[in-house]
């Protein structure tokens, strides 16, 4: 079983930036596309942004194409996200989680997402 630690999160004002980090432990890292999700209060958790095992390819939810930045680094067992132009609405805790299963062949479907941490809270102010 793999344990995700978010971290970087904090308050920053609309425009602003920030990276999100989060740190595997437990299995093969590199083995595992991996992903960023959201929750804001009193809505249902949504997906960020998903990241293939080597980096080759990358995915993004609509709203957040153009301002945030998946990437990876498989030597320090990190995904990282990079959040710039924040506005309010940002404001959610953001979540990291692995594949279910090793080496597949495809990016994970929004379901096929196991292991999560704990969340990292990231509040925007106007």
């Known amino acids: 079983q793999v344990q995700l630690v978010e971290s970087g999160g904090g308050l920053v004002q609309a425009v602003g930036s920030l990276r999100l980090s989060c740190t595997a432990s437990?299995?093969?890292?590199?083995?595992?596309?991996m992903g960023w999700f959201r929750q804001a209060p009193g809505k249902e958790r949504e997906f960020v942004a998903s990241?293939?095992?080597?980096?080759?390819?990358?995915y993004y939810a609509d709203s957040m194409k153009g301002r945030f930045t998946i990437s990876r680094d498989n030597a320090k067992n990190t995904v990282y996200l990079q959040m710039n132009s924040l506005k309010p609405e940002d404001t959610a805790v953001y979540y990291c989680a692995a594949d279910r299963v090793p080496a597949r062949p495809v990016l994970p479907g929004l379901g096929d997402f196991g292991s999560w941490g704990q969340g990292t809270q990231v509040t925007v102010s106007s």
């Open positions: 437990g299995r093969t890292f590199s083995s595992y596309h």
């Open positions: 990241i293939s095992r080597s980096s080759s390819n990358t």
